[in-house]
């Protein structure tokens, strides 16, 4: 999996969805909002993260549309 800054990536063992920040070779610097608005961050091993699939906006309005 090669990840970019901007990507969104969820641990493997879940949890909330983590803004990739910065990639250095197998660590992974990763962003996040917190329940109450605090930002966090943590570097991760890429080894502990999966890529979010991203919807497809226009798939979005063709589900909104159907109803």
């Known amino acids: 999996m090669e990840l970019k800054v901007g990507d969104v990536v969820m641990l ?3 949890g909330h969805p983590l803004t990739v920040a910065e990639v ?3 660590d992974v610097l990763c ?3 917190g ?3 605090d930002l966090f961050r943590e570097t991760l091993p890429l080894a502990v993260l999966e890529q979010v ?3 497809d906006e226009d798939e979005e309005e063709d ?3 159907e109803e």
């Open 12 to 14: 493997k063992s879940g």
């Open 24 to 26: 250095k070779g197998d």
């Open 31 to 33: 962003l996040w909002m």
């Open 35 to 37: 329940m109450e608005g």
């Open 53 to 55: 699939e991203e919807e």
């Open 63 to 65: 589900d909104e549309d």
